[in-house]
């Protein structure tokens, strides 16, 4: 085993005629900075082009003219390990170029461009495995059974294919990520095992969000806070401990929450979405035939959607668009995101007198709206801040410095049957309410 370290400027190690009998053993290669060629020959070896846009080779080298090839064996890694800035580098995407070495012109097949970074415009042939920087790193394998090392930051992990080793590293949203296979995916993040499709052998540590393919995938987390995405495919996505964030895609999925506070997320649909945690009958758009299991919270989409919790406490976050939100029974919280948001209170459970909803973002200037006709059935009457008079319907409110409160008199016997909250001082009128 042997070190090799360029300088400054373009170096090709290793140098000298003996460089090459050298190098036949599990080396280390450091260019520095330059534009420098690395070539590993036989072993396991290490390169690290540095900075500059670098040639590291360690596979195989057919040369032009007819002469034949030589075989440059070895289990290659190229290592950005040292880069200052995030680094993409896909072995599954490659192209052709001729290589000048000691005069020798080299035509060269399956040549991965990498792109960031100290990776911008460097040249990998034959490497096998990539080790990242302590950025968000983008690192693809290619069929071979390739070793994806993340390191910190929160890392892209795409195995594209063979019996992979992905290790996400220090990050904490690290990505393992199939959305190229061509069948689907079955990955488990407590046992570190996968099979299926692309999956097929793979083994991964330090991951915490994992993404599927096109088709039918089995997702599973684990004690941390995973992030899990099926894509399209009937998917089964089971969070595990930890609060999780699942989001089914297109396709009848089913979600498990497990423990933790777990959210079903459906803000990549390209439609609007029926979401209805209490009866996932109703449900519609990217969520029609999901079905829940222990999910207390709602992410909308960028366009209209109904969005309805249970009988728990739920979080419910419209997103864009003219949504309509329903927390159902329990101390909910609603979201309305940009948009003419409805709130609607269908009855007295929905929101009562001693266990409020809130209303985070209650916006007039967008055209919001809080609908109390269920309370009301159609016949409220608004009387501002002053007190009730007996009569069933009425709806008062009380402004302060950091909140706004609605009181709901559902039979008239004077005390309030219903009440929300809205964050912020906000002075309500009748034209805010359908009663």
Known sequence: MADFTGTAGDDALPTGLLGPVEALGNDTFEGLGGDDTLIGYTGNDVLNGGAGADILIGGVLSLTGGIGSIALSGDDTADYSTATSAVFVNLGSTSN?????????????GVTIGRGGEAEGDQLIGITNLSGSSFDDYLGGNSDNNTLTGGAGNDNLAGNGGADVLDGGAGTQDMADYIFS?????????????????????????????????????????????????????????????????IGGGGADALFGGAGFDTALYDNALAGVTVNLGNDMLNTGDAAGDIFTSIENLV????????????????????????????????????????????????????????????????????????LSGITHGSGTFIGTGDFTHHAGEVRILVSVTQTAVYVDANGDGTADAQIRLLGAIHLTASDFTL
């Open 182 to 246: 061509s069948a689907g995916v079955t990955v488990n993040l407590a046992t570190h095992a996968a099979s299926g499709g692309d999956a097929a052998g793979d083994t991964l540590s330090n991951i915490e969000w994992l993404r599927g393919s096109e088709f039918d995938d089995g997702l599973t987390g684990d004690g941390s806070a995973n992030r899990l995405s099926g894509l399209g495919g009937a998917d089964l996505l089971d969070g595990g401990d930890g609060n999780d964030q699942l």
């Open 300 to 371: 909308g989409s960028a366009f209209d959607d109904n969005l309805t919790g249970d009988a728990g406490s739920n979080y419910i976050q419209g997103w864009h668009g003219d949504d309509v939100l329903n927390g159902g029974g329990g101390a909910d919280i609603l979201n309305g995101g940009l948009g003419a948001d409805t709130f609607v209170f269908a009855s007295v459970a929905d929101s009562t007198a001693k266990v409020p909803d809130r209303i985070n973002d209650f916006s007039q200037s967008q055209g919001d709206k809080i609908d």
């Open 97 to 109: 170029l001729t290589l000048s070495i000691l005069g020798v012109n080299i035509g060269l097949t």
